[in-house]
Structure formats: structure tokens, C-alpha cells
């Protein structure tokens, strides 16, 4: 009985999962500069520089990745 329990505990857990996925990846996408970044140091520094920037169409995330 109770390795039935575990199993549709793994089972629902796993399909959860699979909804939870799914739903993330239809809702849109962030099409910031950094694209869907969790962010990170290279995009706070980024961001910042984008905001101040004369031209910000300028300013690429592959800039700092070079770094």
C-alpha cells in the first residue's frame, strides 16, 4: 500500500512538472536585451549601462560575455 502511495506521488509530481513546463514556455518570452535571462551580474551591469546609453540599440549582452 505503501509503495502505491509513493508511486502516484511520483507520478502526480512528475505530471505537474510537465504542466508547469509547458505553460512556462507558451507565455511570452522576454525579448529584452538579454532575452529570457534569470539574471545575473553581467545583466545588472548591463541593464544599467542600456538605461544611460546615447544609443542603447548599440549595446549588446555579447559584449560583456567577452569579458
Same mark, same amino acid.
Given at each position: 500500500m505503501l509503495q502505491e502511495i509513493i508511486v502516484i506521488a511520483i507520478v502526480f509530481g512528475a505530471v505537474a512538472y510537465t504542466i508547469f513546463s509547458v505553460i512556462r514556455s507558451l507565455r511570452k518570452k522576454n525579448t529584452g %536585451?538579454?532575452? !529570457?535571462? /534569470?539574471?545575473? @551580474?553581467? +545583466? &545588472? @551591469?548591463? $541593464? $544599467? +549601462?542600456?538605461? /544611460?546609453? &546615447?544609443? %542603447?540599440? !548599440?549595446? /549588446?549582452? $555579447? !559584449?560583456?560575455? &567577452? +569579458?
Open positions: %536585451p538579454c532575452g !529570457d535571462c /534569470t539574471g545575473c @551580474e553581467v +545583466k &545588472k @551591469e548591463f $541593464l $544599467l +549601462k542600456y538605461k /544611460t546609453a &546615447k544609443n %542603447p540599440a !548599440d549595446i /549588446t549582452c $555579447l !559584449d560583456y560575455r &567577452k +569579458k
